[in-house]
């Protein structure tokens, strides 16, 4: 028999002991291809993600980050697996080197070994890859509204093999050194070492502990730019606050615990709790890593989701009163053919028009609201009954001037003191000196409204509503250079209104260039960047969330073994199988919800902190996303609790 | 009054599947009373472990039926018969089966906690016990830090400690060293007769089953032959290794 069949039949025996680190393997593998093949994709070559240009830009930087985060995750992750599990193993090589085995034997056998698992990872990896890139491909469709055809790359099959195969081989030499190093004795006990019982020191558990608490009251407290800030120190106390906690002060407590004769001596508390003060110490590490894989897990999703939520309303988008906005001034004043023209496409396209508003607007300068250069500042006047018909369409309070008086109009709205509307001015003075042409005259300002009511001209300028005979002596002393004219339309579903929105905007020109805006397009743009940015925030976090979860995996059964010895001698001393499955569930909850918990309280922390600095509420947002991991990290602890048993139960019972 | 009574019993492996059926035991019968200190011998592969995992509940007979304070527990499920372990079984096993997790101390209350019994009441038998066995100053110590007799002995009291109908024991002086299997047997002798403790022990080993009232030979599954202490452990013990030279398979090198 060669050494080659030696470590085939080997494999093919222990197949349940390789199973977890295979999928392992196809999982990483599937998901690192299914995204170079998204990479490589001929669409990304041909043109811009998107018809904006800041939004490809965004796109092509979110997907690089990707890049990096996966590579970065795929090196460590595929690394941690294979020294898990020749670690699992010393028993095996210890045996092997006892009987004889040259470690140049053993290390060939054990390369022999692990590249028939790299080369079956590989292939099982890019079979569902493949399946699954069309998939990713369509959900990339619908969140970037760009067409995607399935599409295999052969440079992204290429380099996914040949890079895995070498990290295999490389990661798998590693170990092996590794292993080198050891006693053959300590080798074959290398699972029987008896465990002395963890010591853990007060002071560190404390300083764990003071440690959170400073991090979180300063994420709380802290507001507006000082959160920036404070943000490097934070996360540094808070991450060295959560070492503490998970490698001092769980053990602590459950030495506590164990210290309390009502719990301890109380039926299946008593092992449950010795073996999880073990399971602690063992898993620290993990459960520390667990914690803070979960803590970036859940902050980024949050903040992304908080963005998807928030941003178009902080962006004004569900402000503009108007759907499209077309202004008309200079020599295209008197262009009424490319209004029409403009209607006619809308209607075109199947989109009825609710309200068509023309409104002939006034530039006037304002000599009381100087500049540093003693220069005017220019408003738009508008008449009154223009006025009350945009406001009473934008469901607005209508107002009425007096003549030699003016109301201003301020076309945001003041989020921060809308209760205080009366008291907070944006308009410091008691009279407006309007100029126009040479002639000027003084208006006393009555007081001031907030909100827009005419989409576009609210982003260059403010308006000053005039009674309409003071108006129309304004109008009498305006040249052409003088009048903007305003035309506002309101289509019955404005966002399916996109394709003619763009084709309006080319009709235009460049003769309208900022004089024409409709909601459709940034709403488009952003949607479709925002919408990108969550799903691939989401991939990721998906990712996370399953090595989070593999690597626990991992760590609990690198000893069943151990534990189904102690279950066996609990069963002929007499335990049901409830009791049993008791223990366990209470351990595996442990070792699963305690990072868990601490990410959830990490992020919310962090999410104040965003919400101090956006100053707005997110903690609805934040709830959302944790009921959803919430979900997913239950159903991955039942399915893992079931595997446990059903494993101790084999070994029990066998 | 018999604390352990079995009619009949046999046991049969391999006779579903393929392969030659062998008969582990055939038609044994054993009985034990109250206060006893009964020993097993055999050869290997007399069916010595076979018995002993009937009358522990974790095996189950092909036929015959086994009667612990007059209840057959082989009717009992799973879960039923975990818990008519705890009550009325006490082990000692040749590993020593302890919990590394748990302190000495824990080990041997892991019974009484198990029932849920009250702390006073814990404190006051494990007291006792170590008393008994002499592991007092043992008890706060974990497993690994005691020798294999200590270890044994913590095993004895973790069998004792929820007064057990009978305690069985499994070649108890199997990983001992002389001294320690001296310290071990003469705890049991006093667990037996000063708490009048009932006790069958599978042992190979002679030295071991001298402690014994009663030594019961099984050959080939079959009941063999049965000594029974009359005078002193020295006397017992010759006739033992006598007994033993006559079934043969081995013993007779010991001699």
């Not at chain 1, 998901?31 to 993600?49: A, D, E, Q, T, W």
């Not at chain 1, 001596?265 to 063992?282: C, E, G, H, P, V």
């Not at chain 2, 069916?47 to 086994?66: F, R, Y």
Request: hydrophobic share 45%; charged share 20%.
């Amino acid at each position: 028999m060669k050494l080659y069949d030696f470590a085939f039949k080997n494999l093919k025996g222990n197949v349940y002991r390789y199973i977890m680190y295979y999928l392992s393997n196809v999982f990483t593998i599937a998901v690192f291809y299914i995204f170079l093949n998204f990479l490589f994709h001929p669409r990304l070559k041909s043109g811009p993600l998107a018809p904006s240009a800041t939004v490809h830009v965004g796109a092509m930087i979110g997907i690089f980050i990707c890049l990096v985060i996966i590579i970065i995750f795929t090196v460590l992750f595929i690394g941690y697996a294979t020294s898990m599990f020749i670690k699992s193993r010393g028993k095996e090589f210890g045996l092997l080197s006892l009987f004889g085995m040259t470690n140049r034997q053993i290390r060939k056998y054990v390369m022999t070994e692990s590249t028939i698992i790299a080369v079956l990872s590989i292939i099982t990896g890019l079979l569902i890859g493949v399946l699954f890139s069309k998939l990713f491909f369509m959900a990339m469709e619908a969140f970037m509204g760009i067409a995607l055809p399935f599409n295999i790359s052969l440079i992204a099959l290429f380099i996914t093999i040949v890079a895995f195969f070498i990290l295999f081989e490389i990661v798998n030499l590693l170990a092996l050194v590794k292993m080198k190093n050891k006693e053959i004795v300590e080798q074959l006990k290398s699972s029987k070492i008896p465990k002395e019982l963890p010591k853990f020191s007060r002071r560190k558990s404390a300083l764990g502990v003071i440690l959170l608490v400073i991090g979180y009251v300063t994420a709380w407290i802290v507001d507006g730019d000082l959160v920036i800030l404070a943000m490097i120190p934070v996360v540094l106390i808070v991450v060295l606050g959560t070492y503490f906690i998970f490698t001092q002060f769980s053990i602590a407590l459950a030495n506590k615990l164990t210290n309390n004769k009502e719990i301890f001596y109380n039926k299946t508390n008593m092992i449950a709790f010795s073996q999880m003060i073990f399971k602690l110490k063992d898993t620290a590490k993990v459960l520390f890593l667990a914690a803070i894989l979960g803590t970036i897990t859940f902050t980024a999703t949050e903040t992304i989701y908080s963005f998807f939520t928030e941003i178009p309303n902080i962006s004004g988008i569900s402000n503009m009163p108007q759907d499209i906005a077309i202004v008309q001034r200079g020599e295209n004043l008197y262009d009424e053919e490319s209004i029409d023209e403009a209607i006619r496409i809308l209607e075109d396209e199947g989109l009825s028009i609710e309200d068509f508003f023309k409104v002939k607007l006034i530039n006037v300068t304002n000599e009381t609201d100087k500049d540093s250069d003693g220069n005017g500042s220019y408003i738009l006047a508008i008449s009154n009954s223009d006025y009350n018909m945009l406001a009473k369409s934008a469901a607005r309070e209508t107002v009425t001037v007096r003549e030699g008086e003016a109301i201003y109009n301020y076309p945001f709205m003041n989020y921060l003191y809308e209760e205080e509307t009366e008291a907070e001015r944006m308009y410091p003075y008691e009279v407006m000196a309007l100029s126009l042409n040479g002639e000027i005259k003084d208006f006393k300002v009555k007081r001031e409204v907030h909100g827009p009511v005419a989409t576009l001209i609210m982003r260059y300028s403010d308006l000053v509503i005039l009674n309409d005979n003071d108006y129309k002596k304004l109008l009498d002393n305006a040249t052409e250079n003088d009048l903007r004219i305003f035309n506002g339309i309101n289509v019955d579903q404005w966002k399916r209104s996109y394709k003619a929105s763009l084709e309006i905007e080319d009709m235009l020109g460049v003769g309208y260039k900022n004089n024409f805006y409709s909601k459709a397009i940034p709403y488009r743009e952003m949607r479709s960047f925002y919408g990108f940015t969550l799903f691939l925030g989401f991939f990721i976090a998906f990712l996370f969330f399953l090595a989070t979860g593999s690597i626990i995996y991992f760590k609990l059964f690198n000893e069943i073994k151990q534990d189904g010895l102690e279950y066996g001698i609990l069963k002929k001393i007499g335990i049901t199988k409830k009791e049993m499955n008791s223990m366990i569930t209470k351990q595996i909850a442990v070792i699963f919800f305690l990072p868990f918990v601490v990410s959830t309280l990490h992020s919310l922390f962090a999410l104040k902190s965003l919400a101090n600095l956006l100053d707005v509420l997110l903690i609805s947002n934040g709830l959302i996303v944790m009921v959803g991991y919430f979900i997913f990290q239950g159903i991955y602890f039942l399915i893992i609790r079931k595997i446990y048993i059903n494993k101790i139960n084999e070994l029990i019972y066998a | 009054m018999f604390v352990l009574e079995t009619r009949g019993l046999s046991k049969i492996y391999g006779s579903k599947g393929k392969g030659v059926a062998v008969k582990a035991l055939d038609d044994f019968s054993i009985n034990v009373k109250e206060g006893e200190f009964v020993g097993i011998m055999g050869p290997s592969g007399s069916g010595k472990t076979t018995l002993l995992n009937i009358l522990a509940t974790i095996d189950s007979p092909s036929s015959g039926e086994v009667f612990i304070k007059g209840k057959n527990p082989h009717k009992l499920d799973k879960d039923e018969l975990a818990l008519f372990r705890r009550k009325n079984l006490g082990f000692i096993f040749q590993e020593f089966n302890l919990l590394d997790t748990l302190s000495v101390k824990e080990n041997i209350i892991l019974p009484l906690v198990l029932e849920g019994r009250g702390q006073k009441e814990i404190e006051k038998k494990v007291m006792d016990m170590a008393n008994i066995l002499n592991i007092q100053d043992i008890l706060n110590k974990r497993t690994y830090e005691i020798s294999g007799g200590q270890q044994q002995r913590v095993a004895c009291a973790r069998a004792l400690i929820n007064d057990p109908s009978i305690i069985l024991a499994d070649e108890p002086t199997g990983n001992l060293d002389s001294k320690a299997s001296m310290d071990l047997m003469e705890a049991l002798e006093t667990i037996n007769k000063k708490r009048g403790a009932t006790i069958a022990m599978v042992t190979h080993d002679a030295f071991a089953a001298s402690f014994c009232n009663r030594i019961v030979m099984i050959k080939d599954g079959k009941f063999f032959l049965e000594i029974v202490k009359s005078s002193s452990r020295q006397v017992f013990f010759k006739e033992i290794l006598d007994a033993l030279s006559l079934i043969g398979g081995g013993y007779n090198e010991t001699i």
